[in-house]
């Protein structure tokens, strides 16, 4: 059974530019949830799509945004980026349905260099 | 707003020296608290969901435990493949618009080496 594909692996950009990256789900998994991984922060929470639908957004400002595709796959898409969101951003997929409690299945991540 | 703290940060141990890693939180309405493991370069790999104070959990050398403050994950004669960060996470429901949404709170991790 195939596991959470994150695309691309690496990427550097400069300030100001924007950047898509793309998470797809175990196969059945329908919902997804994208974590920024710093060294200083740890792992913090972006966003939650469940069935293509937003349920839950972290603390980060509106230039983080992402969506989801009726095959549940998912994107999140920085823009205006700055130094700071140098990170490793990773894809989690899950098999709970809304409200019950469930295991992440995370993908290995993207990481992003700004400079 | 729920809050997870990890400790130690870091701990060193030699191979079959037992020891015990810390997870503290504050969250309203615990829904599940989670134990992770993250190799260098990988994404966090599942390893516990404990519901409920008094729960334990065990598999292999590592065992979870749950109070109404703390979650303790106990690793018995740990040998050098067990080394790895050892991250904590809590489950509550999320302040999103949605019914049943959720959302993860991370604890910082602790990196354990495993000295042969």
């Known amino acids: 059974k195939a596991g959470v594909t994150q695309t691309p692996r690496y990427l550097i950009k400069t300030r100001g530019q924007q950047v898509t990256l793309s998470c797809s789900p175990i196969?059945?998994?329908?919902?997804v949830s994208w974590y920024q991984q710093t060294p200083g922060q740890g792992l913090q929470f972006l966003f939650e799509?469940?069935?293509?639908?937003?349920?839950n957004k972290g603390n980060f400002p509106g230039r983080f945004s992402g969506r989801q595709f009726s095959n549940s796959r998912s994107e999140m898409n920085v823009s205006t980026l700055e130094l700071g969101d140098s990170a490793l951003y990773l894809c989690?997929?899950?098999?709970?349905?809304?409200?019950?409690?469930?295991?992440?299945?995370f993908g290995e991540g993207s990481r992003l260099t700004v400079l | 707003e729920d809050q997870v703290t990890q400790s130690p940060e870091a701990l060193r141990l030699q191979e079959g020296e037992s020891s015990s890693l810390n997870c503290s939180y504050t969250?309203?309405?615990?829904?599940?608290l989670f134990w992770y493991r993250q190799d260098p370069g990988k994404g966090p790999e599942f390893l516990f969901t404990?519901?409920?104070a008094g729960e334990e959990k065990e598999k292999e050398r590592l065992k979870a435990t749950l109070t109404k403050k703390e979650s303790f994950l106990h690793i018995t004669a740990p040998k050098p493949e067990d080394s790895a960060t050892y991250l904590c996470?809590?489950?509550?429901?999320?302040?999103?618009?949605?019914?049943?949404?959720?959302?993860?709170?991370f604890g910082k991790g602790t990196k354990l080496s495993v000295i042969p």
């Open positions: 196969s059945g998994h329908r919902s």
């Open positions: 404990l519901y409920s």
């Open positions: 989690a997929s899950s098999l709970a349905p809304g409200g019950q409690p469930g295991e992440l299945f």
């Open positions: 969250v309203s309405g615990l829904r599940g």
């Open positions: 799509y469940f069935s293509e639908t937003q349920r």
């Open positions: 996470a809590v489950q509550a429901p999320g302040e999103g618009s949605g019914a049943g949404s959720y959302q993860l709170t």
